[in-house]
C-alpha cells in the first residue's frame, strides 16, 4: 500500500514556475515507477510525464516537453514536477500516481494522490 500527497500548487503568472512535491509513505516506494497526469472538470485524466523506479527513465507529454522535469528522491520517498515556462492552458488539477509497471495510461496506476490545483494566469 502506497499513501501519496501531493504539495506545491498555487497560482502563478504566465512564464513562471512551480515545483509540485509528492510524498508517499511506505518503504516500497522505490520499487514504483510514478507518474504525473493532469485533470480538467469534466475531461480526463491526461498523461503529463512518469519515472521509472530508479529515475533513470522518463517520458514526457508532447504539450510539456522541454518545460516540464520529472524527478524523484527515493531515499525522502518524494517525486516532483518542475513546472517551467507555465501557461494559461496548464492550469487544472495535478496527480501524482504510483504503478507497479511503467505505462502512461492512467488505468495503469494503482495509487493516487488527492491532487493539487495549478492556476496560471495570462
Known amino acids: 500500500q502506497v499513501q501519496l500527497v501531493e504539495s506545491g500548487g498555487g497560482l502563478v503568472q504566465a512564464g513562471g514556475s512551480l515545483r509540485l512535491s509528492c510524498a508517499a509513505s511506505g518503504r516500497t516506494f522505490s520499487t514504483y515507477a510514478m507518474g504525473w497526469f493532469r485533470q480538467a472538470p469534466g475531461k480526463e485524466r491526461d498523461f503529463v510525464a512518469r519515472i521509472s523506479w530508479s529515475g533513470g527513465r522518463t517520458y514526457y507529454a508532447e504539450s510539456v516537453k522541454g518545460r516540464f522535469t520529472i524527478s524523484r528522491d527515493n531515499a525522502k520517498n518524494t517525486v516532483y514536477l518542475q513546472m517551467n515556462s507555465l501557461k494559461p492552458e496548464d492550469t487544472t488539477v495535478y496527480y501524482c500516481?504510483?504503478?507497479?509497471?511503467?505505462?502512461?495510461?492512467?488505468?495503469?496506476?494503482?495509487?493516487w494522490g488527492q491532487g493539487t490545483q495549478i492556476t496560471v494566469s495570462s
Open positions: 500516481a504510483a504503478t507497479s509497471d511503467f505505462g502512461y495510461r492512467p488505468q495503469e496506476y494503482h495509487y
